[in-house]
């Protein structure tokens, strides 16, 4: 670990450098994490829903009941699973993922494009003017930042049904 007290860093911290060594494993579960289906099973506490589930479920396993006992038990349990699976896709259907707004979007890029034009100038010509070019810019810059962050944060709150005082 090494601290560079000459760093410019656009702040009153000093910039400091630390190696760090880590090995990742990807296990079995991780992998497996993105292909799994997720079910809407709030639609379970509708009365309606539920016992159309259950007939599902009743019909596909008296379907099982049919078959004869002679099967693998791997192949017997893929049924069983494959019944449940489509039951439930059908009935209650999939989890919709929440579509936030980003929060960083292009309006955020040009006010830091804004940002950097003016260090480059005041990197290129240190004068006074450039030093209070680049100070009113990164003044500007936060204000709009920290409005528009307030903004999108009274937007969710708003979404939440919360009153902001």
Known sequence: MRSFRGADCDRDNYLVIATV??????????????????????????????????IEITNRFAILENLN???????????IKENIQTSAKESLGLHELKQNKPLFDEEWLGFLD?????KMQWIQDPSQRNVDILNNVTHEVSRHLRNKKDAYLRAK?????????
């Open 21 to 54: 060594r880590k090995s990742l494993a990807v296990g079995k579960p991780a992998a497996q994490w993105f292909h799994r289906q997720r079910f809407n099973l709030r639609k379970l506490n509708e009365p309606e829903v539920r016992e159309q589930y259950q």
């Open 69 to 79: 006992d002679d099967e693998d038990v791997n192949r017997t349990w893929e049924n």
């Open 114 to 118: 804004q940002r950097k034009w003016a």
């Open 157 to 165: 709150l708003r979404n939440l049904k919360l009153t902001v005082r």
